[in-house]
């Protein structure tokens, strides 16, 4: 199974902050990555997929890069309806396998 | 307005059954792969099972192989999950989805399965 690592678990932002999330595969998945938004209590939302494309009706504040095995989620400016948990999936293989999530909390 | 909404979730005995549904609706749900992941209390996101959009296609996670059956009725828009064997471990909010990774996925809010003596 491919193994999904997100960095950091946690971590403390400003509004206005530039936020990265690091998601590395234990082997290539070309670009099969997807990145999800989970807010307490909710259910997840899909945010980007092919590892740059942003889902419908997403803003653009939020951009992704990577290909083989490391890959980034940036939030350009924060703002207080970002704060959530992000997490990263693989889907170039079965079982498909999410990251341990990126929690980002208010400063 | 697309909606996914499951039920089926409660209160079950470690080693009985429970089968999950997820009505859909507002979206061209026979053209969908559909998936079912799950969440424990206070933990990540885990993939469960995905089907593909005729049913003729489905894979499991390693942790519910054997024991979970994804299935799907295209005539009635309608996914399901029948879980056999059930452990305290399977206890979690289970989500159904709906993802081509094409820029319109979606998912449902989630029902709660609570396996507990």
């Known amino acids: 199974d491919i193994q999904m690592t997100q960095s950091p678990s946690s971590l403390s932002a400003s509004v206005g902050d530039r936020v990265t999330i690091t998601c590395r595969a234990s082997?290539?998945?070309?670009?099969?990555l997807a990145w999800f938004q989970q807010k307490p209590g909710k259910a997840p939302k899909s945010l980007i997929y092919a590892a740059s494309n942003l889902q419908s009706g997403v803003p653009s504040k939020f951009s992704g890069s990577g290909s083989g095995t490391d890959f980034t989620l940036t939030i350009s400016s924060l703002q207080p309806e970002d704060f959530a948990t992000y997490y990263c999936q693989q889907y170039n293989n079965y079982p498909l396998t999410f990251g341990g999530g990126t929690k980002v909390e208010i400063k | 307005q697309v909606q996914l909404v499951e039920s089926g979730g409660g209160v079950v005995q470690p080693g009985r059954s429970l089968r999950l549904s997820c009505a859909a609706s507002g979206f061209a749900f026979n053209s969908y792969a559909m998936h079912w992941v799950r969440q424990a209390p206070g933990k990540g996101l885990e993939w469960v099972a995905v089907?593909?959009?005729?049913?003729?296609?489905?894979y499991y996670a390693d942790s519910v192989k054997g024991r979970f059956t994804i299935s799907r009725d295209n005539s009635k828009n309608t996914l399901y999950v029948q879980m056999n064997s059930l452990r305290v471990e399977d206890t979690a909010v289970y989500y159904c989805?709906?993802?081509?990774?094409?820029?319109?996925?979606?998912w449902g809010r989630g029902t709660l399965v609570t396996v507990s003596s």
């Open positions: 082997q290539g998945i070309s670009n099969y």
């Open positions: 989805a709906g993802l081509l990774y094409s820029g319109h996925d979606y």
């Open positions: 089907i593909s959009y005729d049913g003729s296609n489905s």
